[in-house]
């Protein structure tokens, strides 16, 4: 006997929820869950991402990568991914970062703001969600560029505006 099919009630559905086209399967439409599209609007079209741009990605998990991915779709100059874990990078790669950097073992303010010759990333964008990962993406940024919060916090962040306010 097969598994059947689960019903499921979703709330306000004709605001969310989209019907899959006629012959797409399970496989293509997986990314359309939640990260992907989060990652393209609160990361890549509120970070106003624009052909040549320096992003820089703090989170190579899961919501890191669609930001990876939606990112390429505006020419980005160089995208460079940041994370802890080597095995996020390389998957950072695969989906076309063009630097990745292991924060753990580099500086990656240091290292973003020699490829960029002192002035630091065009757009930031934190996708892991926690004061650390936020305020490394504040110092990331260079005067007049865009921080972008994909990841959900669970306790207060700091803005540094004494050293975003004039550099």
């Known amino acids: ?29 997986l990314f359309l869950a939640d990260m992907l599209p ?25 919501i890191g990568l669609a930001a990876i991915l939606t990112a390429k779709l ?10 802890l874990a080597d095995s996020r990078l390389e998957s950072a790669r695969r ?15 240091a290292a973003v703001m020699e490829m960029t010759d002192g002035l630091g990333a065009d757009v930031a964008l934190e996708a892991v969600g926690v004061p650390a ?12 560029g865009h921080v972008a919060n994909i990841g959900a916090h669970g306790e207060p962040v700091h803005l540094h505006l004494e050293k975003l306010w004039i550099p």
């Open 133 to 144: 990962t936020f305020e490394l993406a504040t110092d990331l940024i260079r005067p007049g």
């Open 95 to 109: 989906c076309g970062a063009d630097v990745t950097i292991n924060n753990g073992t580099e500086d990656p303010v």
């Open 38 to 62: 989060t990652s393209y609007e609160i990361g890549i079209l509120n970070g106003a991402v624009a052909p040549g741009d320096t992003v820089a990605i703090v989170g190579a998990g899961p």
């Open 1 to 29: 006997m097969g598994i059947g099919r689960a019903q499921l009630r979703v709330p306000f559905a004709g605001n969310s929820t989209y019907k899959v086209p006629e012959g797409l399967t399970d496989e293509q439409v």
């Open 74 to 83: 505006y020419t980005p100059g160089r995208i460079v991914a940041i994370d």
